[in-house]
Structure formats: structure tokens, C-alpha cells
T-cell receptor, first 110, second 115 residues
Framework: DQQVKQNSPSLSVQEGRISILNCDYTNSMFDYFLWYKKYPAEGPTFLIS?????DKNEDGRFTVFLNKSAKHLSLHIVPSQPGDSAVYFCAASASYDMRFGAGTRLTVKP | NAGVTQTPKFQVLKTGQSMTLQCAQDMNHEYMSWYRQDPGMGLRLIHYSVGAGITDQGEVPNGYNVSRSTTEDFPLRLLSAAPSQTSVYFC??????????????FGSGTRLTVV
């Protein structure tokens, strides 16, 4: 039973444009949401997070939006750069039980 | 600052063999966990520990054992390897959840093949 779902296995965008990665969750007990970035042959790297009491969090080019009523979060990357090409994992947690989505492979074309 | 160190990086086992995947962190993190990554499944939690002497099961614990005798180390034991355990294994650590920096620090992974 996947409690965190990323329905788009891949996304391709042009350099300089916006990348929008989406994530849905089913467990209403989740109160903390995170995005991780993963390059091949490396472990995931923490990117940005948001708690359930907020609906937006920004960090430079990265913004995470949370819609609790829809149980949906998204990651916006503006502007996208070729170095952003990686697999992005959405994660959600209640206490220390953190669940991950299957990942979305982002390709940013020069 | 080494962060989270996993050994070995690659391993091939025969069905029925046992082995231990090592994980060590030097950040004095209380929380440590093991995940496996399979195609189309994302990362699934195997076991986790909130401190020395305390462990608990995650989503997919069957076939794996853990112990946490020190803050630094959290080994994962495969008791009798099966082909279904072919996967990439990641160890992660984190400071207390209430801390500002809640994101996990992951190791670089162990790629395990069971034949």
C-alpha cells in the first residue's frame, strides 16, 4: 500500500523554464513533507521540506507547495538548470516513519 | 566529515547465505534507518532506530535483523539471502525530529545481488 505516490515517472523541461514535480499522499497523519534529489550511484540528498502547518516554503530556486485538503504537494524549480537533472523523491512522515514515493526522473535540456 | 558510511558498496551472495551490511555515522545522530530501493517502488523502510538499544520495524522487515549497540553504528543482517532481496540498500541518519535540520543524511548505498 503506497501511501506516497509520484504518478509521473519522468519529466523533461527546457533550461530556464519551470519544472513542476507532483506528489500525492493518502495518510492524513503525515505532518512533515520533504523532497530529496538523487544522482546515479549516490544516496538521496535532502532538498527542501515543509511542515503541515504551512502551505509554502521557499529556498532559492526551489519552492514546495502543500495542499492538505487535496493531500497533494508539489516542487517548483525556477529557473531549471541542466545540473538539476536527477531523480526527485517525495517523502512524508509521521514521527520517524518516513515514506517515499517512487521518484520522478527530471531531465533539463540545454 | 564522513557523514554516513556504508560498506560494502557491492556484494553478490548465493541464495541461503547470510551477511551484514555495515552503516556508520559520525554526526552523533540519534535516528538511523535502513531503506531498500527497487525499480518503480521508491525507497521502502526496512528497520529504524531512535537511539542506542532501540529498534523498530518498518514497511518491509521480513528477512532482516538489526541491532543498535552504539549511537554510531546500525548494521543490517540478512539471515538467509533470497533473490527477492536483490536491491540497493541505503542507510540514513537524522538528528531529533524537532530539530531544524530534519532531512535525512543518506549513505551512498550497497548494491546487493542474490543469485
Amino acid at each position: 500500500d503506497q501511501q506516497v505516490k509520484q504518478n509521473s515517472p519522468s519529466l523533461s523541461v527546457q533550461e530556464g523554464r519551470i519544472s513542476i514535480l507532483n506528489c500525492d499522499y493518502t495518510n492524513s497523519m503525515f505532518d512533515y513533507f520533504l523532497w530529496y534529489k538523487k544522482y546515479p550511484a549516490e544516496g538521496p540528498t535532502f532538498l527542501i521540506s515543509i511542515s503541515s502547518i504551512k502551505d509554502k516554503n521557499e529556498d532559492g530556486r526551489f519552492t514546495v507547495f502543500l495542499n492538505k485538503s487535496a493531500k497533494h504537494l508539489s516542487l517548483h524549480i525556477v529557473p531549471s538548470q541542466p545540473g538539476d537533472s536527477a531523480v526527485y523523491f517525495c517523502a512524508a512522515s509521521a514521527s520517524y516513519d518516513m515514506r517515499f514515493g517512487a521518484g520522478t526522473r527530471l531531465t533539463v535540456k540545454p | 566529515n564522513a557523514g554516513v558510511t556504508q560498506t560494502p558498496k557491492f556484494q553478490v551472495l548465493k541464495t541461503g547465505q547470510s551477511m551484514t551490511l555495515q552503516c556508520a555515522q559520525d554526526m552523533n545522530h540519534e535516528y538511523m534507518s535502513w531503506y531498500r530501493q527497487d525499480p518503480g517502488m521508491g525507497l521502502r523502510l526496512i528497520h529504524y532506530s531512535v537511539g542506542a538499544g532501540i529498534t523498530d520495524q518498518g514497511e518491509v522487515p521480513n528477512g532482516y535483523n538489526v541491532s543498535r549497540s552504539t549511537t554510531e553504528d546500525f548494521p543490517l543482517r540478512l539471515l538467509s539471502a533470497a533473490p527477492s532481496q536483490t536491491s540497493v540498500y541505503f542507510c540514513a541518519s537524522s538528528p531529533p525530529r524537532q530539530g531544524k535540520n530534519y532531512g535525512y543524511t543518506f549513505g551512498s548505498g550497497t548494491r546487493l545481488t542474490v543469485v
